[in-house]
T-cell receptor
Framework: ELKVEQNPLFLSMQEGKNYTIYCNYS?????LYWYRQDPGKSLESLFV?????AVKQEGRLMASLDTKARLSTLHITAAVHDLSATYFC????????????FGTGTRLTIIP | DTGVSQNPRHKITKRGQNVTFRCDPI?????LYWYRQTLGQGPEFLTY????????KSRLLSDRFSAERPKGSFSTLEIQRTEQGDSAMYLC??????????????FGSGTQLSVL
C-alpha cells in the first residue's frame, strides 16, 4: 500500500526566513504533485514534477523530486504572510492515470 | 474556461437521507475524479472516469455510493442512506490526458456534507 508522509505536520516560521517541507513516499513513482489549500477552500495546484531530478520554481517556492530516494522537497525562501496555508504533496498511485495519494499535509503559519 | 464547478457548496442532511452532488469539469477534460477530505486530512481517492467509463472505485466507496458520468461531461455522486461518518468535503477534479497540461489535475471548490 502506498504511503505518503510529510514533515513537519505543523510549521510556524517568521517572515523572511527559509524553510523546507519534506515529502516521502513508499513505492516507485515518478510523478509528484504539490498543492496549496487555504482554510475552507479547494486545492490550488502549485507544481507537477514528472521526472527524477525535476526542479520547479514559482516566486518564493521551489519544488524538487528525487525518485531514487522517493523524496520531494518544497523549499520556501524569505517567507511572507501570504504563504500561510496547508501544503499537500501527492503521488500518482497509478502511473499516468493521475490518481493521487495525498500526504497528511503541512500546516504552515508565517508570523510577522 | 471557468474551472471545475461543484454544486451545491454545502449540504446538510439527516441521517438516512439520500444526497446527490454534481460536478462540471473543465471543458475538454476527459478525466474526472472524486475525492473525499475530512478535517485535518489530505483528500482520499474515491473513483475516476475517463470519458463516460468509470475505471476504478476505491475500497473506501461502499455500496451506498454511486457515481455516474453520462455522455462523458458532468458527473454526479450519490450517497444513499447517509451516515454521520459520511460527513466530509467531497472534491471533484478533472484533467486532460496528453496535451500541454499533461499531469495537471484541477480541483473544484468541493461540496461540504454534514449529516446530522
Amino acid at each position: 500500500e502506498l504511503k505518503v508522509e510529510q514533515n513537519p505536520l505543523f510549521l510556524s516560521m517568521q517572515e523572511g526566513k527559509n524553510y523546507t517541507i519534506y515529502c516521502n513516499y513508499s513505492t516507485t513513482s515518478d510523478r509528484l504533485y504539490w498543492y496549496r489549500q487555504d482554510p475552507g477552500k479547494s486545492l490550488e495546484s502549485l507544481f507537477v514534477l514528472l521526472s527524477n531530478g525535476a526542479v520547479k520554481q514559482e516566486g518564493r517556492l521551489m519544488a524538487s523530486l528525487d525518485t531514487k530516494a522517493r523524496l520531494s522537497t518544497l523549499h520556501i525562501t524569505a517567507a511572507v504572510h501570504d504563504l500561510s496555508a496547508t501544503y499537500f504533496c501527492a503521488v500518482d498511485l497509478d502511473f499516468g492515470n493521475e490518481k493521487l495519494t495525498f500526504g497528511t499535509g503541512t500546516r504552515l503559519t508565517i508570523i510577522p | 474556461d471557468t474551472g471545475v464547478s461543484q454544486n451545491p457548496r454545502h449540504k446538510i442532511t439527516k441521517r438516512g437521507q439520500n444526497v446527490t452532488f454534481r460536478c462540471d469539469p473543465i471543458s475538454e477534460h476527459n478525466r474526472l475524479y472524486w475525492y473525499r477530505q475530512t478535517l485535518g486530512q489530505g483528500p482520499e481517492f474515491l473513483t475516476y472516469f475517463q470519458n463516460e467509463a468509470q475505471l476504478e472505485k476505491s475500497r473506501l466507496l461502499s455500496d451506498r455510493f454511486s457515481a455516474e458520468r453520462p455522455k462523458g461531461s458532468f458527473s454526479t455522486l450519490e450517497i444513499q442512506r447517509t451516515e454521520q461518518g459520511d460527513s466530509a468535503m467531497y472534491l471533484c477534479a478533472s484533467s486532460r490526458r496528453g496535451g500541454l497540461s499533461r499531469g495537471k489535475v484541477f480541483f473544484g471548490s468541493g461540496t461540504q456534507l454534514s449529516v446530522l
